[in-house]
């Protein structure tokens, strides 16, 4: 039966991943060959696999999006090749995404629980995910208008000023467009820290603060209602009642709670992480914060330059997706094979 449930879960993913590329590939056909070829280094015809029928293509198609061979590309924040982008802009993204992602989980499940404990009113579990991404546009815009309109602060473009580096710190280095990496993650946080140079922190510190809220706040007012309904209507079910009964002590009560919602929570998350992902690319380009949001947004707006920018960001979103639903559903699984013995 558990052999069962791995094998479709391999099967689901394997026919999702094929879904993906299939789609990416429909849309990476429907660009001009003359884009193509201008914005690939040379002899794009025989890189892309052009003279080959279309099936055959699609598996060069595959081959470049996997190993993030998609050409070059020309936008106002970057200019050059795709594969080098990714290496600047991915790892900062990694670092938002993931610990924003733990941060919101972790200020909602705490929430979420003390209201729903408390709460003795009939739930109804549906909550609208309609406001979340109303909130994506309007948190970023509040923050400007407050910071900058009242105050006259707001951080400069960008997580690191120019004016910020000095010429001796052989760790940050110039790229393009007033974009940096930095050795040895290229994630700032991390690199700063590791050189000893509280000035470059203190400034990455300033240009993260407002994204990062941006991006948590909406998340964890949705996860934190989420869970407050879900406990409250587990609280208050009938048959927990024999609990007064059977004098259960409070800590086995909210465990038995807690365990029998977290399967529910699990599959709320797969959700919410996708419309999470949505409001980094819409903070990142608001705020001008640089990781793959804002490089997303430019490539599209410069499609003729930045059609291999949009189909790699594209595939590296949609990939963060599959893996976390991926890992959500093994665990799901594998939960489900520990609770046959009990």
Same mark, same amino acid.
């Given at each position: 039966?558990?052999?069962? %449930? ?5 099967? *689901? ?15 990476? *056909?429907?660009?001009?060959? %003359? ?7 040379? !002899? ?13 293509? &699609? $598996?060069?198609?595959?081959? =470049? ?17 795709? !594969? ?11 670092? +938002?995404? #993931?610990?924003?992602?733990? @941060? ?16 003795? %009113?009939?739930?109804?579990? =549906? @909550?609208?995910?309609?406001?979340? @991404? ?12 407050? $910071?900058?309109? /009242? ?12 004016? +910020?580096?000095? &010429? ?10 007033? +974009? ?61 009642? +024999? ?32 419309? $999470?992902?949505?409001?980094?690319? #819409? ?19 410069? &499609? ?26 093994? #665990? ?8 046959? &013995? /009990?």
């Amino acid at each position: 039966m558990i052999k069962n %449930k791995y094998g479709m879960l391999m099967i *689901k993913y394997i026919s999702t991943f094929i879904g993906i590329t299939i789609i990416l590939f429909i849309l990476f *056909k429907n660009v001009p060959v %003359k884009i193509l070829a201008g914005n690939y280094s040379p !002899s794009s015809y025989a890189l892309l696999g052009l003279k080959y029928p279309l099936f055959i293509q &699609y $598996f060069y198609f595959v081959y =470049d999006i996997v190993t993030v061979n998609m050409g070059n590309i020309i936008n106002p924040i970057y200019s050059g090749s795709v !594969s080098r982008a990714m290496k600047i802009f991915l790892p900062e993204t990694l670092f +938002i995404t #993931i610990l924003g992602f733990i @941060v919101s989980i972790s200020i909602s499940y705490k929430i979420g629980f003390f209201l729903g404990f408390r709460s003795k %009113k009939r739930e109804k579990l =549906d @909550v609208n995910v309609f406001p979340l @991404v109303i909130f994506y546009f309007l948190i970023p815009f509040v923050f400007i208008a407050i $910071f900058n309109g /009242i105050l006259a602060v707001l951080p400069p473009k960008y997580i690191l000023p120019a004016y +910020i580096v000095p &010429y001796n710190y052989n760790w940050i280095k110039f790229v393009n467009n007033d +974009i940096f990496i930095t050795q040895p993650t290229n994630i700032l946080f991390f690199d700063g820290i590791i050189h000893h140079s509280p000035i470059i922190l203190i400034n990455y510190l300033k240009n993260f603060a407002m994204p990062f809220v941006s991006l948590i706040i909406p998340s964890t007012v949705y996860l934190s209602i989420f869970t407050k309904r879900l406990t409250s209507i587990e609280y208050n079910k009938k048959y927990i009642r +024999i609990r007064i009964v059977k004098n259960i002590g409070d800590d086995k009560f909210i465990y038995h709670i807690k365990r029998n919602i977290r399967y529910t929570m699990l599959n709320e998350f797969k959700t919410i992480f996708g419309l $999470f992902l949505g409001g980094e690319i #819409i903070i990142s380009y608001i705020f001008s914060y640089m990781n793959l949001g804002e490089f997303l947004v430019y490539s599209i707006m410069n &499609y003729k330059t930045g059609i291999f920018g949009v189909i790699e960001s594209i595939f590296i979103f949609t990939m963060a997706i599959f893996i976390f639903n991926m890992i959500i559903d093994i #665990i799901t699984a594998a939960g489900a094979k520990n609770e046959d &013995y /009990i």
